[in-house]
Structure formats: structure tokens, C-alpha cells
């Protein structure tokens, strides 16, 4: 391999690498909208106190929380919330995150304005 080749791999790599970083985060955006690993849209609840989800049981159903790994730290405005059966969550901005069970597809998003207390997640 010549030397200018190598520098080309190596810048490569370099602006390869906050990409990669930033797909390792809870959440990415897709449009205007925040989305997970799978592409499905992020929604946030008017009913939630700052810091605590009041989605639970067959709530948690239909709107399933982003759940939190123990492996995982927050980072910027995201936070983790404990949840009241004791699993942790993503929010962001205080606000607990959820994915629609009625969204079957990525780019899906027929949770927005839902009773007016559902909104999808905008803004990084």
C-alpha cells in the first residue's frame, strides 16, 4: 500500500468513527422525528410526571417503554428512569420515551397527536 493510500484509510476510519458513536445512543433521527435501532418512531406523554412514566400495564401495552440496559449511562438530554416495576427507562428531557404498538413499520408514526396527550419525539 502507497503512504497517500494509507492516509485515505485512516481519515476514512476517523470520520467513520462518530457515526458509529452516535448509533450506539438510545435514539437517531430520521426526518424531523427521533426514531429507535429499528427505525420506529419515539413518542412522549403529556400524562408523565418530569422524571416518572404514568404508562403503565396495559398502557405499557400499547405505548412500550424504550427500555434502559443496566450496561447503559445517560448521556446529554438523555436520561434513564426507574419505572414502577422496577425496569429502567429512556427519557429525554425528563420526559419518558415509548415506541406504538400500532406502528408496524419504520417511518410509521399513526401514534402522533393520539388523544392528544401522545406526541412523536422531534428535535436532537
Known amino acids: 500500500m ?3 493510500t494509507l492516509t485515505w ?4 476510519a476517523a470520520l467513520a468513527l462518530p457515526s ?9 433521527m430520521s426526518g424531523d422525528a427521533m426514531v429507535d435501532h429499528k427505525g420506529m418512531a419515539l413518542y412522549t406523554f403529556d400524562k408523565d410526571a418530569p422524571g ?3 404508562c403503565n ?3 405499557a401495552d400499547n405505548w412500550p417503554p424504550l427500555m434502559a440496559m443496566s ?7 438523555w436520561t434513564i428512569v ?3 416495576d422496577g425496569m429502567m427507562q429512556w427519557a429525554y428531557g425528563g420526559k419518558p420515551v415509548y415506541t406504538f404498538a400500532k406502528d408496524a413499520s ?4 399513526k401514534g402522533d397527536g393520539m388523544k392528544d396527550v401522545w406526541h412523536v419525539l422531534k428535535g436532537m
Do not use: E, I, V, Y
Open 2 to 4: 502507497t503512504r497517500n
Open 9 to 12: 484509510m485512516t481519515l476514512a
Open 20 to 28: 458509529m458513536a452516535l448509533a450506539d445512543g438510545p435514539a437517531m
Open 52 to 54: 416518572k412514566s404514568n
Open 57 to 59: 400495564t396495559t398502557c
Open 71 to 77: 450496561t447503559d449511562h445517560p448521556t446529554g438530554m
Open 82 to 84: 426507574k419505572r414502577d
Open 106 to 109: 419504520p417511518g410509521d408514526m
